[in-house]
């Protein structure tokens, strides 16, 4: 069974060229992913090594059901 919480994490190029959205099943308290360097690539900078611009932990909402 899969444990961690789902993130949803912004990387974001220094230069404001690029960023991106990444989903990340993580070990880790949204604190900790906010602080922690992830490597990515930018496809204009080449590869970086940043802490996310914004963070988020990935809800999931329950089907409903109409019976």
Do not use: I
Not at 1 to 26: F, H, I, N, S
Not at 35 to 62: I, S
């Amino acid at each position: 069974m899969a444990t961690g919480k789902e993130y949803r994490v912004r990387l974001v190029c220094p230069q404001w060229d690029y960023d991106r959205w990444v989903v990340m099943r993580l070990d880790l308290t949204l604190h900790e992913v906010m602080n922690t360097f992830w490597d990515y690539h930018c496809p204009v900078h080449g590869p970086q090594h940043r802490m996310p611009f914004q963070a988020e932990e990935k809800k999931l909402f329950p089907c409903s059901s109409n019976s």
